[in-house]
């Protein structure tokens, strides 16, 4: 059974979500970011933490590429062209929309008061809403999801994005993008993941 440590209004929300995507059975500790359940398995202090056959995994994405690999489910086949594609839009979610919005939240709330620049949201608003334009034509034009009508682990992680931005007050003005948002936060594993099922 895997151990997932990392309160849910973080990135651990994705790796939760992936877990009851694939159906696997885990424990979940809501420790905070530097707490010493968190330090334990991870010096740096960050979350999520997936825990493995007594194993420390850090980072939501590669946590998320180990347990689709792994299980063979919310992935395509490494090596293949699909995977090439895939790989390439979940680095593009994580560079463009995952940094940005996370650069917000460290000039709200995370960084020392007396070292914030609550201004350089402004330019971070403007810049989000130029990579989700960037990121509606790169996506498939013949299904739901990102690259068509099979789900990967990179709709976790745009639904997550998109989830947090408005929560962040970052606009999202773009319907195909509004559209993803509800059906993703629709699936029944999303409730599971969050405890509303």
């Known amino acids: 059974m895997y151990q997932v440590i990392g309160p849910i209004r973080t990135r651990t929300l994705r790796v939760l979500w992936t877990l009851e995507e694939l159906g696997q059975d885990y424990t979940h500790t809501a420790a905070a970011p530097h707490a010493e359940q968190v330090v334990t398995f991870n010096p740096a202090g960050k979350v999520p933490v997936l825990v493995s056959g ?3 995994i850090t980072d939501s994405i590669a946590i998320m590429t ?5 299980h063979g489910a919310l992935t ?4 293949t062209i699909a995977r090439a594609r895939q790989d390439s839009l979940t680095h593009f979610l ?4 995952d940094q940005v919005l996370w650069m917000a939240s460290r000039h709200s709330f995370i960084l020392p008061e007396n070292m914030r ?3 350089i949201k402004e330019s971070l608003r403007w810049e989000f809403a130029r990579n989700l334009k960037r990121l509606v034509a790169r996506m498939a034009e013949d299904g739901p999801f990102l690259m068509g009508a099979e789900m990967t682990i990179a709709d976790i992680v745009l639904a997550h994005c998109l989830i947090w931005a408005e929560n962040a007050k970052f606009p999202v003005e773009e319907d195909r993008l509004l ?3 509800d059906l993703m936060q629709a699936r ?7 405890g509303e099922r």
């Open 117 to 119: 620049l609550p201004e």
């Open 179 to 181: 559209a993803f948002r």
């Open 76 to 79: 395509h086949a490494p090596g």
């Open 54 to 56: 007594g194993v420390p």
């Open 66 to 70: 180990y347990l689709s690999d792994k």
């Open 94 to 97: 994580s560079d463009e929309l």
């Open 188 to 194: 029944p594993a999303y409730a599971r993941a969050t």
